[in-house]
């Protein structure tokens, strides 16, 4: 197993509906002399990625219902028009307690409030959606990159989430492009020459997990670079190969 490194990208700019996203990267990190080089993994914060695709919404516009009103008093001390923002990002409600919101997502995120998120928003009276689709954004971002830098990298989308049974926020993975998510050791051997039967390890999570270390919300680092880690390619189904499906889900 060789060492890999992971490189903070400054220089990005707030970012606003409309803008290309892959363009402005792509200079901050020649700016930043950070290449890229093939087989970097570039990878993002989903804020502004939502951002450029216009996944910004005015509570100005937004009328909360009954049902919003009636959450809103239940379960949390939000703004009604953000519960109704939350309740159209969800498919269900998995779990309301103690202030807190669990919902399942479209994509079949499951986390708190939708992913809908009131930080580093454009102005006080508007919040941000998680991408319609990480996969697609992240595929999109490949390409651009490929069309700046003619350099072949992979990207991971990312967003921060709790966990279940531990205290703490890490950054998860979202959206994939470029790289196989999941790193399959069934059928290796461990050092006893056992064969492992179970071992899928959520590399893409693991990556987010350490780029977000860098990526700080209050220094204006929304994206990293991570060098010299060792992955298969891949353009398969991307991060949605890392949600556990239902029927597998013994908590849901």
């Known amino acids: 197993m060789n060492p890999f490194s992971v490189h903070p990208v400054p220089g990005v700019p707030m970012i606003r509906p409309g803008d290309d996203l892959g363009s402005i990267l792509a200079d901050a990190i020649a700016k930043a002399q950070l290449g890229p080089l093939d087989g970097d993994i570039l990878v ?21 219902s ?15 028009r953000v519960i109704e923002v939350i309740l159209g990002e969800t498919n269900r409600i998995v779990k309301m307690d103690r202030g807190h919101l669990i919902v399942e997502t479209g994509p079949g995120y499951v986390c708190a ?16 959606l998680l991408p319609r689709d990480a996969d697609a954004s992240a595929r999109g971002l490949v390409d651009a990159m490929r069309a ?3 350099r072949e990298v992979a990207v991971i989308v990312t967003d921060t989430f709790g966990r279940p049974w531990r205290d703490g926020l890490v950054d998860f993975a979202l959206g994939v492009a470029g790289m196989e998510p999941l ?25 987010a997990a350490a780029a977000g270390l860098v990526m700080r919300k209050g220094e204006g680092i929304p994206a990293a670079i991570v060098r010299g880690y060792a992955y298969q390619r891949g353009d398969g189904a991307g991060g949605a190969k890392l949600i556990r499906p239902r029927e597998f889900d013994m908590f849901r």
């Open 183 to 207: 790193l399959d050791l069934r059928g290796e051997r461990d050092l006893t020459g056992r064969e492992l039967h179970h071992t899928v390890n959520a590399q893409a999570d693991a990556l």
């Open 66 to 80: 009954p049902f919003a009103k009636q959450l809103a008093a239940m379960t949390t001390d939000k703004d009604p």
């Open 113 to 128: 409030n939708a992913g809908v998120d009131e930080s580093n928003s454009l102005d006080d009276d508007t919040v941000i």
């Open 148 to 150: 700046r830098t003619q």
């Open 44 to 64: 993002v914060c989903q804020k502004i990625v939502s951002k450029a695709e216009g996944r910004v919404v005015d509570l100005k516009t937004v009328t909360a």
